[in-house]
């Protein structure tokens, strides 16, 4: 396989190879990586042409179906991700005021940032102030996306995907609670609102509800429920972490006899990284999933 490369674009074009490798693994499809990448199909083919041309080995097996990873490609990916880290860590390094020694981005569900996760970040601030951090909210695909593609070092999430080169970590366990804006009212009811929390909360759901019919209201986050609730008056289940102020201040109230569902909660970083940075604010971040786990919210 021949190409005719121009020596002022082999910079870019590297870098662009490797972020255009872990696009197609991380969405499975060469049009799907396009669409991320904002360029034409035909660009993300030669790309990857040109990475196993360099290479020597192919690194994904096309279909209609999209595009797999070959045995050579799972090697490869776990180096790709070393490769791109190490780039934009450079880059981040490099562009930083001189009062910063590195930088780290982390991204996580909107209700671990809710009062938890805000918390967090201001326990790692005041241990390391010469530290930059970009925070991000997002849902587990675009999280693991980032963490795939190299965007992300650290992804808080409910329901984690695991992927060569990434370590998936347990970090507490959040309780969820059926709660209503009117404690009197029989349930269930045509208030209720569902919140998807993910496959495992479907499974428990289900299991104590087997004859309950779909919900006139179903939301993906649990910070839109609670707008809905306040505003219009409903119910639905939200973790007793978050649910404390309403319930003190007397706007939600827990339903009598209902269950409570567990939601864990997941911690998703680069397993092989030799970022001493990262090391540290992973190791703080576990210190602090610890004392989460020894809270009483009953």
Not at 25 to 45: D, I, K
Not at 194 to 205: I, K, L, N, T
Not at 243 to 252: D, T
Not at 282 to 298: F, G, P, T, V
Request: aromatic letters at 10%; proline letters at 6%; glycine letters at 6%.
């Amino acid at each position: 396989m021949n190409f005719n490369i121009d020596k002022s674009d082999t910079k870019n074009m590297d870098i662009d190879q490797i972020r255009t490798f872990l696009s197609v693994a991380a969405n499975g499809s060469f049009q799907e990586a396009a669409n991320r990448l904002y360029v034409t199909q035909s660009t993300v083919s030669m790309r990857i042409q040109r990475l196993e041309s360099y290479l020597g080995v192919p690194l994904f097996v096309r279909n209609r179906a999209g595009a797999s990873l070959t045995l050579q490609g799972k090697r490869f990916m776990r180096h790709a991700k070393s490769l791109l880290l190490t780039l934009e860590q450079a880059r981040h390094d490099i562009g930083l005021p001189s009062r910063f020694r590195s930088s780290i981005s982390i991204g996580a569900r909107i209700a671990l940032w809710e009062s938890l996760l805000p918390e967090w970040i201001g326990v790692l601030r005041r241990q390391a102030p010469d530290l930059s951090i970009r925070s991000e909210i997002g849902f587990e695909e675009d999280l693991m996306r980032g963490l795939i593609e190299g965007g992300l070092d650290i992804g808080m999430m409910y329901t984690p995907q695991h992927s060569p080169g990434l370590q998936v970590e347990h970090l507490f366990d959040e309780t969820l609670v059926l709660l209503s804006s009117d404690p009197d009212r029989p349930w269930p009811n045509d208030d209720y609102i569902y919140v998807d929390w993910g496959p495992g909360f479907y499974a428990q759901h289900g299991n104590h509800y087997p004859n309950l019919e779909r919900p006139a209201q179903v939301v993906n986050i649990g910070w839109l429920a609670v707008q809905l609730v306040l505003r219009n008056g409903g119910s639905c289940f939200l973790p007793i972490r978050l649910a404390e102020p309403w319930l003190a201040a007397g706007k939600l109230f827990h339903v009598a006899e209902s269950p409570r569902f567990t939601l864990p909660a997941y911690m998703v970083s680069p397993r092989d990284s030799d970022s001493e940075i990262l090391q540290h604010v992973i190791a703080q971040l576990r210190a602090l999933a610890a004392i989460e786990r020894q809270k009483d919210y009953s």
